[in-house]
């Protein structure tokens, strides 16, 4: 995907809806201290060219169910990108795993699991196990408190950004 460039009308426009997320034309306009018309064709332009994913509300899932989050450390057999392709296409299709993240180092992957229970989470990783996706091994870690979840700060981010 082609980059578009980004001045700093688009960096405020981005940063405010990463912090309130989907807001009205007058809101935003007034957050990022531009008129409704331009900063509107701002957005469109920064949505056609991939720049939102999409808006979604932050759920305190804690304050609804009881949920068992896991994090898991895992590493492939082989290092084939045939193996890595096939590994990752399975992984997109589990909803339960909700990131992903290929790492450098002594591990391949870093993902987190959110179920409703342990035995949940065994389940998954059984399945996981007995498919042919070349697991060599895998290290769990449960998470027993969130101390902090956020999104970086953009504005902070691109201030410091090499040309």
């Given at each position: 995907?082609?980059?578009t ?23 935003l306009a ?25 808006y ?49 180092g002594?591990?391949d ?47 902070a ?7």
């Amino acid at each position: 995907m082609k980059k578009t460039a980004l001045d700093a009308a688009d960096i405020r426009i981005l940063s405010a809806l990463q912090r309130h997320g989907q807001l009205s034309k007058t809101k935003l306009a007034e957050l990022v201290n531009l008129s409704p018309t331009p900063c509107w064709a701002r957005l469109d332009r920064l949505k056609s060219a991939g720049y939102i994913r999409g808006y979604h509300a932050d759920i305190a899932l804690e304050r609804v169910l009881d949920i068992t989050r896991v994090m898991v450390n895992l590493s492939l057999m082989h290092h084939r990108k045939q193996d890595f392709e096939r590994f990752e296409t399975y992984i997109r299709n589990i909803e339960e795993i909700t990131e992903c993240y290929v790492t450098g180092g002594g591990m391949d992957y870093v993902f987190q699991v959110v179920v409703p229970s342990l035995a949940a989470f065994q389940h998954l990783m059984d399945r996981l196990l007995s498919e042919d996706l070349n697991i060599d091994r895998y290290y769990t870690y449960f998470i027993t408190r969130q101390v902090k979840s956020t999104q970086p700060n953009l504005v902070a981010l691109t201030s410091h950004a090499s040309p």
